[in-house]
């Protein structure tokens, strides 16, 4: 079958907008020839306030999270390489305690996710669209800063930024996260759950640029569901993306 053999981009019910178990998805990775799955799902932040997240799990849940993955991951090694992990946005005040967790559960990756640039509380989601310049270099910035903690392995959906502003910001904002990714080595990945679910990624403009600057891509499914996990329509959509802007794809990370 024509489809991933590595998908690092896997979500859990634990952030409370993803459907199914963690052995379904694994059992509908294996069915897809998927070779090496690994999950990472929302990464939680130690709010000092008491306020609870609708969108992740607590810091209290990340070790069951990544204690039932290994189990799993033991289960099926014939069949899988299970790796665990967290997408996560590079929020400074959050971070250094996210870090001291990672290793105490000894997890395997992290991506980045820049949903937002500062708590989910002030907002706003870096999807929502806008024309306001400050909004597109800051999210810029944010994803330079959180990548030169070299904690990242890979951007997920570098093009979640809904600037509606003008062309010549999009392009000089995204030309400089796209040369400062390439420097660095940083893989962008492409969403195949973007594409299948309409949303405003994958963005042309931005794999315009990304062709241009000649970074390396990967496909994420990003997956909060079974159908997810199987949809090749919407990969074959990125795969002809990726033919259009001639862009570099890699299949696999290491660790
Ligand atoms: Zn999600
Ligand atoms: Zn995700």
Avoid at 8 to 16: E, G, M, R
């Amino acid at each position: 079958m024509d489809f991933l053999t590595a998908n690092y981009h896997t979500h859990t019910p634990l952030c409370q907008h993803a459907y199914g178990s963690e052995r379904e998805f694994i059992e509908a990775a294996i069915s897809m020839g998927i070779k090496k799955l690994g999950f990472s799902d929302h990464i939680p932040c130690p709010y000092k306030d008491g306020y609870v997240s609708g969108i992740r799990m607590t810091m209290e849940q990340a070790p069951e999270y990544v204690a039932k993955l290994r189990r799993l991951g033991a289960e099926y090694k014939n069949e899988i390489e299970i790796y665990v992990g967290f997408e996560a946005e590079y929020l400074p005040e959050f971070y250094e305690e996210q870090m001291i967790m990672f290793y105490q559960l000894k997890c395997d990756y992290l991506i980045m996710g820049q949903h937002f640039t500062q708590s989910e509380k002030k907002g706003p989601y870096s999807g929502t669209p806008t024309n306001d310049e400050s909004r597109i270099r800051d999210y810029v910035d944010s994803i330079i800063a959180g990548m030169k903690t070299g904690s990242f392995c890979y951007l997920a959906h570098p093009d979640i930024i809904c600037y509606e502003g003008l062309d010549s910001v999009y392009e000089w904002e995204m030309t400089r996260l796209c040369r400062e990714l390439k420097e660095m080595n940083i893989p962008l990945e492409m969403n195949i759950l973007g594409m299948g679910a309409g949303k405003h990624y994958p963005n042309e403009h931005f794999w315009k640029i990304a062709g241009e600057v000649g970074n390396s891509v990967i496909l994420g499914l990003d997956a909060h569901c079974l159908e997810h996990l199987t949809d090749v329509n919407s990969y074959r959509k990125c795969i002809d993306l990726v033919d259009k802007y001639n862009l570099n794809l890699i299949n696999e990370l290491h660790f």
